[in-house]
Nanobody
Framework: QVQLVESGGGLVQAGGSLRLSCAASGSIYSINAMGWYRQAPGKQREMVATISGGGRTNYADSAKGRFTISRDNAKNTVYLQMNSLKPEDTAVYYC?????????????????WGQGTQVTVSS
């Protein structure tokens, strides 16, 4: 089992910054990609940023130039630094990770989601 726990959300004024963290725990054998997704009220969940096991990053157009995704492999943690926040960034932010985990005599793939953390940006 692999669990993801997000933290760092909160209320911030437009133009401000937040840093989200997501720590993976459990019988992790390896983690491949990690990413951040968000879902605003009445909207579908969308990709914000992803980072591969090798450190290659990908960003949604709306996040480019403002957000930075990074990871600490030793801590099984992914971060999202969000600067110049806008009201339209308001959403529940979820982290995602895929990789493999150890389960008894098996090594199995996993794809896990965190429970989400609320980010609210006031105008």
């Amino acid at each position: 089992q692999v669990q993801l726990v997000e933290s760092g959300g909160g209320l911030v004024q437009a133009g401000g910054s937040l840093r989200l963290s997501c720590a993976a725990s459990g019988s992790i054998y390896s983690i491949n990609a990690m990413g951040w997704y968000r879902q605003a009220p009445g909207k579908q969940r969308e990709m914000v940023a992803t980072i591969s096991g090798g450190g290659r990053t990908n960003y949604a157009d709306s996040a480019k130039g403002r957000f930075t995704i990074s990871r600490d492999n030793a801590k099984n943690t992914v971060y999202l630094q969000m600067n110049s926040l806008k009201p339209e960034d308001t959403a529940v932010y979820y982290c995602n990770a895929d990789g493999t985990y150890s389960s008894g005599m098996y090594i199995r793939p996993f794809g896990s989601w965190g429970q989400g953390t609320q980010v609210t940006v006031s105008s």
